[in-house]
């Protein structure tokens, strides 16, 4: 990143969290149970979907897979993102690698939690195989 930015988001980093929390109204409660509701809704739909089929539109791997794994696959950090290798971005940001073991004691409960529940469900485990399974290949 050029010394330009970093210098930009170093002095503004203090407005740019309260300016995100403020617009995305991350300190209530209710917004976030709500939040909570609808991400489960749609892990529940793409379970159903997965139950029927091997991909969420069918037998075959679509465009659909691919976006949802990349939405969901920043959810699941100590087995894709911050993995030893890590398998997000292609292995891009080298020090995403390994960071969960490096984190584990700061790492929040409830998040963990999430992210156990998570990968625990069809859609966590079919988000984990596809970035095994599909990662560098393309599709045609």
Do not use: D, K
């Given at each position: 990143m050029p010394l330009?930015?970093?210098a930009i988001l170093?002095?503004?980093?203090l407005f740019f969290k309260h300016a995100m929390r403020a617009a995305f109204d991350l300190t209530s409660d209710d917004v976030r149970d709500r939040r909570r509701r609808l991400m489960d809704?749609?892990?529940a739909a793409a379970d159903d979907a997965l139950e029927?089929?091997?991909f969420l539109t069918g037998p075959e791997p679509s465009y659909v897979d691919i976006g949802f794994c990349s939405l969901v696959a920043p959810l699941l950090a100590s087995s894709i993102v911050f993995?030893?290798?890590?398998r997000y971005?292609?292995?891009r940001f080298a020090s995403f690698s390994g960071a969960f073991e490096r984190l584990a004691g700061e790492w929040p409960r409830e998040l963990l939690e999430f992210e156990q529940h998570l990968a625990n469900r069809p859609c966590g485990r079919?988000?984990?195989?596809?970035?095994r399974e599909w990662r560098n290949k393309r599709l045609v």
């Open positions: 330009g930015h970093r170093l002095v503004g980093r809704e749609i892990f029927e089929q091997p993995a030893q290798p890590s971005a292609n292995g079919f988000v984990e195989r596809m970035y």
